[in-house]
């Protein structure tokens, strides 16, 4: 049978066949000079690692070092083929070397290969059940401020936008709330810009603050949108347990929310100046929120997520001082923008 040379000229094939050749010639040599099969073994390796062992005969050592050459042709493909892979190699780490040491880092902190982002929290969100909550909507329910609990309750959990104009019309932080308030309660009390920083959110939006601290001790014209001062908005969540009380006192949880509901004790803050605000973004948290316009003016916009919207539409809502908006915010893609006028500050938290 004619032997396969349909084989693809590279140096392993190449080399083993030269090798093969060699390989019987010397084995027959040797066979036919009496010379045992370990010996011959014994002048290849010698020869092979550039020691002559006495042992081999002249021709043999030849033989040996023969085949030991057999590869040489292709060494320098080798050396060639693997700087090529050293290559490769370091161009994928240089290139993706952040990724490689950001999946690191997450899979030695969180014991997880992915860190939850945008596109992992939409891929697996549960899907909207549409008819419940934005088919045939509009505009939010407007609700009265003197609605009682259990009227509320029926609304409270639909995922349905709702406005309850004037229910934080009484509220004393309509005359207290400002940069220079939050600025002294935070000064005011240790550990509490800590706090902030280290257990809660601090979300810059299209600011250069790092933090909270920075935020407020801006300069006292950008903080007052002085003509000329860039916009500003920023928001946070608050985990100091002083400053909350001091929040709590001023702007209380709604009277109407279920007596059952649990209030967080997260209390969530945004503010800024006239323009844009939050961008269109759908939040993956536990529960339906409440906010209450504490100064200013603040328009919402929202849209339905991808699977309602062949059924559902979007539209925006106007949120004056005093109103407080309820928004299942894991339901309804939503963006905001402050409107000219007084600073826009509000208060929220989530409802159970
Ligand atoms: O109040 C804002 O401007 C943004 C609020 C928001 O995006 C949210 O609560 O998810």
């Excluded at 509220?171 to 902030?196: N, P, T």
């Excluded at 985990?239 to 209390?267: K, N, Y």
């Amino acid at each position: 049978m004619a032997e396969n040379n349909n084989v693809a000229e590279d140096c392993a094939a190449h080399s083993l066949t030269k090798l093969r050749l060699l390989c019987h010639a010397l084995l027959g040599q040797a066979t036919r000079a009496g010379i045992p099969l370990d010996h011959l073994m014994d002048i290849y390796l010698t020869t092979a690692y550039g020691k002559l062992d006495v042992r081999g005969g002249e021709e043999y050592r030849e033989l040996a070092a023969c085949a030991n050459s057999a590869n040489k042709p292709c060494r320098w493909r080798r050396w060639v083929a693997g700087a090529m892979v050293v290559l490769a190699l370091s161009f994928v780490f240089n290139s993706y070397s952040d990724i490689l040491i950001r999946l690191k880092n997450d899979f030695i902190t969180s014991k997880c290969i992915v860190r939850n982002n945008y596109f992992v929290m939409e891929a697996t969100r549960p899907r909207t059940r549409c008819e419940r909550v934005c088919r045939g909507v509009s505009g939010p329910a407007d609700l009265s401020a003197n609605i009682s609990r259990a009227e509320f309750e029926e609304w409270a959990y639909l995922s349905r936008p709702l406005l309850v104009r004037r229910g934080a019309a009484h509220w004393l932080a309509l005359d207290k709330f400002s940069v220079a308030f939050f600025r002294s309660v935070y000064d005011s009390i240790e550990g509490s810009y800590d706090a902030v920083a280290d257990d809660c959110q601090f979300l810059p939006f299209r600011t250069e603050f790092v933090d909270l601290r920075a935020a407020l001790a801006m300069h006292p014209a950008r903080a007052a949108r002085l003509p000329g001062t860039p916009h500003w908005y920023f928001g946070w969540s608050n985990c100091s347990p002083g400053v909350s009380t001091i929040l709590r006192q001023l702007a209380p949880r709604p009277a109407f929310l279920p007596l059952h509901s649990e209030s967080s004790a997260l209390d969530w803050i945004f503010m800024g100046s006239e323009g844009p605000g939050a961008a269109w973004h759908l939040d993956y948290v536990q529960r339906p929120s409440w906010q209450a316009q504490i100064s200013g003016t603040k328009t919402w916009h929202f849209r339905p997520v991808p699977e309602c919207q062949q059924v559902c539409q979007p539209f925006n809502v106007t949120v004056n001082k005093g109103d407080i908006i309820f928004v299942d915010t894991n339901q309804w893609y939503h963006m905001t923008y402050i409107h000219e006028g007084e600073l826009s500050i509000t208060i929220g938290s989530e409802y159970d």
